[in-house]
């Protein structure tokens, strides 16, 4: 598994969690709580943009949405079972 695959992958598992807590900012009405996760997410997002402005054809981007979105799962198993 490439570097940038290890990368995207924990990228998207600290965005879910991340979002997780941005929602419980809002439920909570947390104004600080809520800017801060705000105003975070977008620059946890940047590798995704990065790897997939670079890749070369569709097949390469479709692998990286896919580890994308495989790290995105496995941040939701981590959010329903510990938070």
Known sequence: MGRKYIILFIAALIIEIASTFYITAVA???MFKMIF???IGPFLSLPFLAY????KNNRQRAKL???YGLGYAAGAIIVTQFF
Do not use: P, T
Not at 52 to 55: K, L, V
């Open 65 to 67: 949405a896919f580890c």
């Open 52 to 55: 997939q402005i670079e890749a």
């Open 28 to 30: 909570e009405k947390s």
């Open 37 to 39: 996760w705000a105003f």
